[in-house]
């Protein structure tokens, strides 16, 4: 079992900054594949952002290349997703999830990839 707990969500104006926290209580946390999505109602859950157990391989969907970047500090258990040019599109649920492996095969952005989900944290990002 692996809690997750993200955190860092709010209302920012366009073109603004966030950076988004995803914070786990078990040390073998730093061992695992993370991820982060995000989901509107009505949508399906959409990949944003994943990074391999040590940091060394990183991914990012197409709507959010060249603005989000996820980078990992295992000495604090902690996962991040800073996210800059905030567009309004942007706005959503954010969730960040834990693969059981060090890397991912090919399947980052597939939600099915995951195994243990946080409770998530809103962003608003206004015109």
């Known amino acids: 079992q692996v809690h997750l707990e993200e955190s860092g969500g709010g209302l920012v104006q366009a073109g603004g900054s966030l950076t988004l926290t995803c914070a786990a209580s078990?040390?073998?946390?730093?061992?695992?594949?993370t991820g982060w999505f995000r989901q509107v109602p009505g949508k399906e859950r959409e990949f944003v952002a994943a990074i391999s157990w040590s940091g060394s391989r990183t991914y990012s969907g197409d709507s959010v290349k060249g603005r989000f970047t996820i980078v990992r500090d295992n000495t604090k258990n902690t996962v991040y997703l800073q996210m800059n040019s905030l567009k309004p599109e942007d706005t959503a649920l954010y969730y960040c999830a834990v693969r059981l492996a060090k890397y991912f095969v090919g399947n980052y952005d597939r939600p099915t990839a995951y195994s243990y989900w946080g409770q998530g944290t809103q962003v608003t990002v206004s015109s």
């Open positions: 078990e040390r073998t946390f730093s061992n695992y594949a």
